[in-house]
């Protein structure tokens, strides 16, 4: 009985297994799950109500839609080269809130020392800074608020002051002039409506078409602005100020002191101005900035068109040098590559008050008084002679009786913005020069002889490089009157060379040129030491600013291409070449490692050891021949015996902090590629 029963079971155990092999078949069970980054896992914890995306592929892939029911997907920088780079992120946080932002900042801090961040505002990029290797990337669009607030910033303030326009960090400026009725209100924003609201305030912001030449940039305009720094904490600043009649033309204020919160508890405004002044400047060096509070003026935005005029360059160059000198009006100056158009000038009145055909009308009332005192009285009626208004009469139309382009109700139409014609792969070069300065014709006429000289293919038919002449009135920030070049060519992978090439030739074919470079627009120097020596050209108190990042940014967290780098080590620290002090073991706290030149040599073997209790060591620069598995040329680093890594590239090695006694650096090259070489600084206790 026993052994029946035996057998009963079995059988039913082997028909058992037989069918689960035949579900398996047909329903194969799910793979098992990829283990997830156990930093990711982390922040998911920090964060209230943001998303964390582990995922950077997926998140590339998912659809967003914003308040006004405008869908984007992915990161959508409006710019391929940064969309293509994008996969070199570690994860992604999607923050709807200043608090969130602090939790994921404040659990770095405390557990994740080493891992770099990179953040992204609303708009499109010229320069592919918001990404970095291995980053916990911050994509800010989802801070989104756009409010028109009384001004209880001023104990008092004259007509037309009273409100103010406070948003989120995350936004674009359509999104803003959408809710702001422009033929009421006017603030400084970017004259291209795609433009993001973080980067154009946090790094000068610039509107070409009248309203900086009224007001100013668009950094002096902030009166409030939250920003998270690197270890969690937030701090919140309000300027009071009072208008000032100082320059003609210009809207001046005396600014008073200070008022600053740290985590909601008022603190001493004296701490802090160095961070404000910085913010204002190279923002994204220093921290995350969450929110902005700004200027309203409650006058009309001037309405810039476009008109075209057959002048000779010379003349062109010329009637914009003068025009820089008038209060009240603006003209940019366009070679835009189009065939049959060859000079196109952007103008506006910088009286809003008046209707846009009114507008139009006293700068054509301007044109004919400049072309009679310059050329004579047969330029009186130049207009009908030169065809001055076809392309003016153009614009009213479409605009007008059409409105095409525009979106949204009346006073919110967007038809102007010059993104429109935009590329989604370019590159620029650029520089702003005195418009006093002896060599300013000579710079615009530079530009000009390399436009021309530039091989195009369609036999020039299809446009492929422009330029821009802007005069711009920077007075009210402290500066003076100017002329910017925006020198730009698509696709990048065509042009990047002839770009390059005239960054380079620049500085040393105009040596004594006072130029200065806009943050947004990237510089394209060969060398290393190119690239260093720029910097100070877009930050005139880059100093000054050296000092603040170590103050609030010492490990480094918000370092970045083209931003504000840590400053050189002292004097009195070691400095140490793989080349001079080979074999060497030196005792220090702190102190720069190198190879020893521009560009290191062949066949190499050097290393250094340093001796010091719990080193930090910081790589600042780094480009070696790059192969599969570093098998030409490396840079080792050892505790000891134990190698904790080499690499080769031209991607920063990560950073580490040491515990033990000593380390080795050391470099080893074959007799191919010599490339630039490496920084490594360190600070021992």
């Given at each position: 009985m026993a052994s029946r029963l035996a057998l009963v079971l079995m059988s039913a155990h082997c028909a058992h297994g037989f069918l689960d092999g035949l579900f398996d078949l047909f329903f194969p069970p799910p793979p098992p799950p990829t283990p997830q980054d156990p930093l990711c896992v982390d922040l998911k914890r920090a964060v209230h109500h943001s998303r964390v995306f582990c995922d950077v592929e997926a998140y590339a892939q998912t659809t967003f839609r914003d308040q006004f029911g405008d869908k984007t997907k992915g990161f959508a920088f409006g710019h391929s080269m940064c969309d293509k780079l994008t996969h070199q992120l570690r994860l992604v946080v999607r923050p709807r809130s200043t608090r969130d932002v602090s939790a994921v900042l404040k659990r770095l801090h405390e557990r994740w020392g080493?891992?770099?961040?990179?953040?992204?505002?609303g708009g499109h990029s010229y320069t592919c800074n918001a990404i970095k290797r291995n980053s916990?990337?911050?994509?800010?669009?989802?801070l989104d608020k756009i409010e028109l607030v009384p001004n209880t910033i001023d104990a008092s303030f004259v007509a037309g002051e009273g409100k103010l326009l406070t948003t989120g960090a995350g936004n674009?400026?359509?999104?803003?002039?959408?809710?702001?009725?422009?033929?009421?209100?006017?603030?400084?924003?970017?004259?291209?409506?795609?433009?993001?609201?973080?980067?154009?305030?946090?790094?000068?912001?610039?509107?070409?078409?009248?309203?900086?030449?009224?007001?100013?940039?668009?950094?002096?305009?902030?009166?409030?602005?939250?920003?998270?720094?690197?270890?969690?904490?937030?701090?919140?600043?309000?300027?009071?100020?009072?208008?000032s009649y100082e320059l003609s033309g210009l809207t001046t204020y005396n600014r008073f002191p200070l008022r600053v919160w740290k985590n909601g508890e008022s603190v001493a405004a004296a701490e802090y101005v160095d961070l404000w002044d910085s913010l204002r400047v190279a923002g994204s060096s220093f921290g995350i900035v969450t929110e902005f509070t700004v200027q309203v003026w409650e006058e009309p935005e001037p309405t810039p068109f476009f008109v075209k005029i057959d002048l000779t360059f010379e003349q062109a160059i010329k009637l914009l040098a003068d025009s820089g000198a008038d209060d009240r009006i603006v003209a940019n100056f366009y070679i835009p590559g189009v065939p049959l158009i060859d000079l196109v000038f952007q103008m506006a009145?910088?009286?809003?008050?008046?209707?846009?055909?009114?507008?139009?009308?006293?700068?054509?009332?301007?044109?004919?008084?400049?072309?009679?005192?310059?050329?004579?009285?047969?330029?009186?009626?130049?207009?009908?002679?030169?065809?001055?208004?076809?392309?003016?009469?153009?614009?009213?139309?479409?605009?007008?009786?059409?409105?095409?382009?525009?979106?949204?109700?009346?006073?919110?139409?967007?038809?102007?913005?010059?993104?429109?014609?935009?590329?989604?792969?370019?590159?620029t070069s650029s520089q702003t020069v005195d418009l006093n300065d002896p060599n300013v014709l000579n710079v615009m006429r530079w530009h000009k002889k390399h436009y021309d000289s530039h091989a195009r293919s369609w036999f020039g038919l299809v446009p492929q490089c422009w330029l821009l002449f802007n005069a711009i009135d920077i007075r009210a920030n402290g500066g003076s009157r100017g002329m910017y070049v925006d020198h730009s060519c698509w696709a990048a992978k065509d042009h990047l060379g002839y770009v390059q090439r005239m960054e380079h030739e620049f500085k040393y074919d105009f040596p004594n040129t006072n130029y200065v470079k806009y943050y947004n627009v990237p510089t394209w120097m060969k060398t290393q030491a190119d690239e260093q020596q720029v910097l100070g050209r877009y930050?005139?108190?880059?100093?000054?600013?050296?000092?603040?990042?170590?103050?609030?940014?010492?490990?480094?967290?918000?370092?970045?291409?083209?931003?504000?780098?840590?400053?050189?080590?002292?004097?009195?620290?070691?400095?140490?070449?793989?080349?001079?002090?080979?074999?060497?073991?030196?005792?220090a706290t702190s102190g720069r490692i190198s190879d020893g030149y521009r560009t290191y040599g062949k066949n190499l073997d050097r290393s250094v050891t340093v001796v010091g209790e719990s080193c930090y060591l910081k790589w600042q620069n780094f480009d070696v021949e790059d192969s599969e598995g570093c098998k030409y040329d490396f840079v080792e680093l050892l505790v000891g015996s134990q190698s904790l890594g080499k690499w080769c590239g031209t991607s920063l090695p990560p950073n580490y902090r040491l515990s033990g006694g000593e380390f080795t650096v050391k470099l080893h090259t074959d007799e191919g590629v010599e490339a630039g070489g490496f920084l490594l600084d360190f600070e021992c206790q």
């Open positions: 080493d891992v770099p961040v990179s953040m992204r505002s916990v990337h911050f994509d800010l669009r989802a674009m400026f359509k999104n803003l002039l959408r809710k702001v009725d422009a033929r009421k209100y006017s603030f400084v924003h970017g004259e291209c409506h795609g433009v993001g609201v973080g980067g154009f305030l946090l790094h000068g912001g610039y509107h070409a078409a009248g309203l900086s030449d009224r007001y100013g940039y668009g950094n002096s305009t902030i009166r409030a602005l939250e920003v998270v720094v690197a270890d969690g904490s937030v701090v919140r600043f309000e300027e009071p100020r009072e208008r009145w910088t009286d809003g008050h008046l209707t846009p055909a009114e507008q139009q009308e006293e700068v054509f009332k301007w044109l004919t008084q400049y072309f009679v005192r310059t050329y004579g009285r047969s330029w009186s009626n130049w207009r009908q002679t030169k065809h001055a208004e076809w392309l003016v009469g153009l614009q009213n139309l479409l605009l007008g009786r059409f409105g095409l382009g525009g979106i949204g109700e009346a006073g919110h139409n967007l038809a102007m913005d010059l993104g429109l014609f935009y590329k989604d792969d370019w590159v930050f005139h108190t880059y100093g000054e600013m050296q000092g603040v990042k170590a103050k609030y940014d010492p490990r480094g967290v918000f370092d970045q291409y083209q931003g504000v780098r840590p400053a050189p080590a002292p004097a009195s620290d070691v400095r140490l070449t793989l080349l001079r002090q080979h074999g060497t073991t030196t005792r």
